[in-house]
């Protein structure tokens, strides 16, 4: 009984409604004018266009150049494919996460923030919850967006809020993951709240948990695989792994 109206879906979607969630001043739309483009790479900010239908990206063009720019919209002259575009994020910001929660009754709750600014080729390698270094009034932000984005849709489920965020402190929306995520485990770490319980417990009409403050910090690390190229590439076969056993006293999970 997870509900999850389409508004929530696609951040193209958000991006056209009121809801006080913070948005790229220079790009609030999608199908941006090339001239706002070059306005954003110009600063620090460097787009990455992203296509998307039926709610999943299809395409990620980065534009890291004036050249890049003039390509992209070489490709893409048909207003009705250039309009499936947005400008989703900066390479260079760090993004920033929300583990979110709302139940039927209107109870929300941010079970934790976290920070997956380590990754390669644009995957997620390293998670942390809480986010740390967090600037004066970022979680305040976070959470007041975050609440604001789940009400006005009135999104019931657990699901997980992305943000960017700027060297200056400003925050940017980024997009909503209407699901649980691989690296939800680090906030159920710190604060002690089942998620997949907690998801049960929605569906049953059921009051949402109230998350403790997190204790700690917990992080996860991904194992990747990938096709060895560069000097930097140090690949090799993998023949046997010793998985030490993780009980709650170790702290680790597998």
Known sequence: RHRCPGATRSTLAVSRTNVACPRF???PNPCPHEQRLKNS????????CSARRRWRRRGISIIRSASDLDLFFARHTDAEDLA????ERSSRLPPLETQSARDSLGNFHVISTRDCSVQRRNQKLVEEAPAPFLPEGAHETLVNASRALFEHVDYVGVGTVEFLLEPDGNIWFLEVNPRLQVEHPVSEEVTGIDLVREQIRIAQGLELTTPPEPRGHSFEFR?????????DAHGGPLDEVHWRWAGHSSGTRY
């Open 84 to 87: 499936a575009y947005f400008v």
């Open 223 to 231: 194992v990747t695989r990938r096709i060895p190229r560069g000097p």
């Open 41 to 48: 790479s110009r600063q620090q900010v460097t787009p990455w």
């Open 25 to 27: 001043p220079e790009c």
